[in-house]
């Protein structure tokens, strides 16, 4: 058996990192680990021996690899399915659109499918990953608010069941790592304290609580907020809501879909002024349709049109996800909301690795982190993706 560690070079890439950005640096990666990063006039050419893989960048960005902690499918493919087949399709697909970790997530559904899902992943993850790494689970729902259901499927919605989560977390320890719930449910306090007690991320979504409740939950543990904005009560000047509790509590990392759909510019731009301490992430909320273009699709067992990219429920109102890629969403931040490639980076890399407390390992380009890298041109198109070092797209 070849145990050889491959070794690679990156030379001439524009280097972002978490404190500054290095114009015409390089990045030496051995295995699946970055070993050594440094401008060029600091290049050992030791190393140049050392390589069997050396890239001239040419001037391109050098960027951690995306983290999409909130995607439900992509390219026909759905995490519901429960399926390896699926799991492999939409790793593959997110993975060439530049996300290297991602947290399977789910749809309101029947208990019983849900655990499909867990066991699906639970297995794939079991096995090597040759696409974007599935970190985990994001249980979205069934504990919400049957007032703000957006497309979740208003059939299988239920109060907070303390003992599934008992049971699936005995059954696969450290496989959920996301749960998004409406706080303001009975039941609900007692489960957020025990989750976060677990190490689980817990998060307020399709939700008609108060600012009070928001504020109490977090008390209790809640960290978290899905597709900012949507979903959940809006800002008012005499009841904040749900929206004024994630603006004002620090302790709320936000997540948001810059699609151009789901949240006005002006609002992303109130997000980046509020959330400052690495408390805003970049997702798509993706669905299957991601990838295939318009038509008719189905999503929680819910019917779904896709029209010049927007999908909705057959209303034609309610947004049903997106089908956005990372690297969509990263272009709309830069050429629309005109944030920095570094500012953008943060949230689409090492905010989210920070949220699932995965910073150390990921998400930022450092030596001694995992080799997650996307040489990106300058119009900001993926040109290559590497995943533990090793090339998905090239």
Known sequence: MNSRIKTTLIHHANIVTLDRVLAQGYAFLQGDIIQETGPMQELDPQLLQLAEEIIDAGGFWLLPGFIDVHVHGGDGHDFMDASAEALEGITRFHGSH??????????????????????????FRNKQMPYAQLEGVHLEGPFISPAYPGAQNPAYIVAPRQQWIDDWTRQYPGLIRLL?????????????????????VVACGHTDATYAQIREAVRHGLRHAVHTFNAMKGLHHREPGVVGAVLTEDAIGAEMIADGRHIHPACIRLLMQVKRNDNLMLVTDAISAAGLGDGDYRFGGLEVTVRNGAATLKDGRTLAGSTLTMIDAFRFMVNTIGASVPEVS????????????????????????QADLLLVSPELSIDKVWVKGSLVLF
């Open 346 to 369: 943060r949230m689409a890399s090492h905010n989210p690795a920070k949220a699932l407390g995965i910073a150390d390992r990921t998400g930022s380009i450092a030596p001694g982190k």
């Open 98 to 123: 530049g996300t290297t970790t991602m947290l399977a997530t789910t749809t309101t559904a029947p208990q019983e499918e849900l655990a499909k899902v867990l066991q699906s992943v639970h297995s």
């Open 180 to 200: 998004t719930l409406a706080p303001e449910r009975e039941g609900a306090l007692p489960l957020i304290e025990k989750l976060s007690g677990q190490g689980i």
